[in-house]
């Protein structure tokens, strides 16, 4: 790709690493992990096994916790899902917060017509979860409590350990979508009972993800399907050996150089940051007030229509905060949670910096960008004038 990629947030590129990595599996080493009466099934098997360590390592997890399953999407349904299913005559009542990822609140969603009652918590304008808040509606009746790690359009961390200690007062289980967080900021298997992971989001293979699921003391979940039995019952089916093998790569990758990434994204962050502040009046950064992901930057620009601004920059792959849902473009309802209107939400860009891009990268496309804004702004004085 010529252009300048600053999408990290909604994919990354699979790492050259991680590729070479998973090669002999795509050609000439095909067997099945689940057949083990021969040698091809044997090494698949091992190759999975060494992968899932690998996964598991990157959050301090024994690997036995680690459940493969398609990606995100999947094991939030599954932690949430599985987990509120298996306690419905316990416990009815689950809580999670309005800026969780549309896999989280729709899972959510599906429970409340199962009878379970959810509560969907707001934030505060940092985009952080109010804990004086979250503490009143975690009560003794709650299965579960789900909160992501780090928000995908905005990029605020939460306090995932004050978080868990809340659920845990209550005997409620804690769930965190940890997609966006994975391989960027350091995360404690020991501060959550279920944890959903994506290799995509982490220079890995699309298609593979997995959810952490506490051993001691053991949670249990109900599966979303069935078959064979794989991934101890709760993720029957034939594992993908290949994706698992770059999966497990990039997670070793992300843990040997994790804090280092962090601080030369964080310093192309913020470089792209001051130039666009500096350049573009009245830009402002959402999320500001919180601690966010090292390449994340979501920027209001007053007066301009985002995707308009995208589409004078071709040379630039970026994106809005913005959903497309039945064919139309809504505002982000991360944005509107923030307490922004339709019309700031309509006028916020989502950069998301990653390992491979450059200082000239990041200048170039701040001039882009700066140069597109001051371009619209000037053919919406002319309409109006």
Known sequence: MSGIYLDHHSTTPLDPRAHDAMEPWLTSRFGNPHSESHALGRAAAAAVEDARGKVAALIGADPREIVFTSGATESNNLAILGAARFLK????????????????????????????EVVVLGVK????????????????????????????????????????????????????????AAGKVPLDAADADLISLSSHKLYGPMGIGALYVRRRPRV???????????????????????????????????????????????????????RLIAAVPGARVNGAGAPRLPGNLNLTIPGI?????????????????????????????????????????????????????????????????????????????????
């Open 89 to 116: 005559d316990i416990k009815r009542r689950v809580v999670t917060v309005a800026t969780e990822h549309k896999c989280v609140l729709e899972s959510c969603l599906a429970l409340r017509d199962e009878g379970f």
């Open 305 to 385: 229509d985002a995707l308009a601004l995208i589409a004078e920059v071709p040379d630039v792959a970026l994106s809005t905060g913005s959903a497309c849902t039945s064919a139309e473009v809504e505002p982000s309802y991360v944005l509107s949670a923030l307490g922004l209107d339709e019309r700031a939400a309509r006028a916020s860009l989502r950069f998301g910096v990653g390992r491979f891009n450059t200082e000239a990268e990041i200048d170039r496309a701040g001039a882009l960008i700066a140069a597109a804004a001051e371009r619209l702004k000037g053919k919406a004085s002319v309409a109006a004038g």
């Open 125 to 180: 304008p940092s985009g952080l979860v109010d804990l004086d808040a979250l503490e009143r509606a975690v009560t003794d009746d709650t299965a579960l409590v789900s909160v992501m790690a780090a928000n995908n359009e905005i990029g605020v961390l939460q306090p995932i350990h004050e978080i868990a200690a809340i659920a845990r007062a209550k005997g409620a289980l804690f769930h965190t979508d940890a997609a966006q």
């Open 220 to 274: 249990r979940l109900k599966p979303l399907f069935h078959g064979g039995g794989q991934e101890r019952g709760l993720r029957s089916g034939t594992l993908p050996v290949a994706l698992c093998v770059g999966f497990g790569a990039a997670c070793a990758i992300a843990r040997s150089e994790r804090d280092a990434e962090a601080e030369r994204v964080g310093r192309l962050r913020d470089r792209l940051e001051s």
